[in-house]
T-cell receptor
Framework: EPEVTQTPSHQVTQMGQEVILRCVPI?????FYWYRQILGQKVEFLVS????????KSEIFDDQFSVERPDGSNFTLKIRSTKLEDSAMYFC????????????FGQGTRLTVV | AQKVTQAQTEISVVEKEDVTLDCVYETRDTTYYLFWYKQPPSGELVFLIRRNSFDEQNEISGRYSWNFQKSTSSFNFTITASQVVDSAVYFC?????????????FGKGITLSVRP
């Protein structure tokens, strides 16, 4: 069964460093998302991406964040200068056409900023 | 703005008991979608069910059933004859129809523990 895959599963980085989280969405999906979950809290929307551009972003998604779909398969989230409060689980999700509203999530990348 | 409230935070049951997880939502849209996701201890988010706002028929799928009541803005989820493997955090989520790429808004989740 097709699935969303994310790499790495766990990343530890120094505060102020740049990180790139990678995702391979399900191949025929059109809508792509990043969410994050701070430990023990709810899942929060960061950004949605469709037709090679950001379609919506939350107030969390400030200038330190960017997304890219550099080729036909990968979808990346970059954090330019990480802060301690960026420590969280980051989930990539993808969805098929507009008629199917359920998003399928990757297994997540746990980002720890030290 | 859309909002999802899961008032229960933790539920503990003994195996084979039935358990109902509550979800109340708020939205201004007349067309929207409701979901339940499961997050087992391994951390991934697993899609369980989706319900469209224009379809209030309640269904049963195996040990899972759901009760969608538009009049009370509730979308409750029941696990029948619970098993230890059902132990997880369960999230209710809402997606508004306006905008084909609309995001999911999650509740805070309910931690379900099923004891042998």
């Amino acid at each position: 069964e097709p699935e969303v895959t994310q790499t790495p599963s766990h990343q530890v980085t120094q505060m102020g460093q740049e990180v790139i989280l990678r995702c391979v969405p399900i191949s025929n999906h059109l809508y792509f998302y990043w969410y994050r979950q701070i430990l023990g809290q709810k899942v929060e929307f960061l950004v949605s991406f469709y037709n090679n551009e950001i379609s919506e972003k939350s107030e969390i998604f400030d200038d330190q964040f960017s997304v890219e779909r550099p080729d036909g398969s990968n979808f990346t989230l970059k954090i330019r200068s990480t802060k301690l409060e960026d420590s969280a689980m980051y989930f990539c999700a993808s969805r098929g056409d507009s008629g199917r509203r359920e998003a399928f999530f990757g297994q997540g990348t746990r980002l720890t900023v030290v | 703005a859309q909002k999802v409230t899961q008032a229960q935070t933790e539920i503990s049951v003994v195996e084979k008991e039935d358990v109902t997880l509550d979800c109340v939502y708020e939205t201004r849209d007349t067309t929207y979608y409701l979901f339940w996701y499961k997050q087992p201890p391994s951390g991934e988010l697993v899609f369980l069910i989706r319900r469209n706002s224009f379809d209030e028929q309640n269904e049963i799928s195996g040990r899972y059933s759901w009760n969608f009541q538009k009049s009370t803005s509730s979308f409750n989820f029941t696990i029948t004859a619970s098993q230890v493997v059902d132990s997880a955090v369960y999230f209710c989520a809402l997606s508004e129809a306006s905008g084909a790429n609309s995001k999911l808004t999650f509740g805070k989740g309910i931690t379900l523990s099923v004891r042998p």
